[in-house]
Nanobody
Framework: QVQLVESGGGLVQAGGSLRLSCAAS????????MAWFRQAPGKEREFVAA????????DYVDSVKGRFTIYRDRTKNTVYLQMNSLKPADTAVYCC???????????WGQGTQVTVSS
């Protein structure tokens, strides 16, 4: 089992920045990749960014490219999401997820609220 705990959400004005953190514990030696997803009120959950645990290669949804950066610290078993130039459309609950192999994310955090005011 892998446990995930997010932190760093909050309220920020449009154009501002936030950094989310997701700390993994448990069977972290099995980690293959981690990702951030978000869900806005009344909308489906959306993929935001993902990172390979081994080589740090990353992927982003088009709407955040150039504004968000995902990175990880293997010594702390933590993945981060640096969010710059935030927009009201980025308002959502952000959850981190982890996978130990294959394509599906098996483990999920509780989520952290990000609210961007205009």
């Amino acid at each position: 089992q892998v446990q995930l705990v997010e932190s760093g959400g909050g309220l920020v004005q449009a154009g501002g920045s936030l950094r989310l953190s997701c700390a993994a514990s448990g069977r972290t030696f099995n980690l293959y990749g981690m990702a951030w997803f978000r869900q806005a009120p009344g909308k489906e959950r959306e993929f935001v960014a993902a990172i390979s645990w081994s080589d740090s290669s990353s992927d982003y949804v088009d709407s955040v490219k150039g504004r968000f950066t995902i990175y990880r610290d293997r010594t702390k078993n933590t993945v981060y999401l640096q969010m710059n130039s935030l927009k009201p459309a980025d308002t959502a609950v952000y959850c981190c997820a982890a996978r130990t192999g294959g394509l599906s994310y098996e483990y999920w955090g509780q989520g952290t609220q990000v609210t961007v005011s205009s």
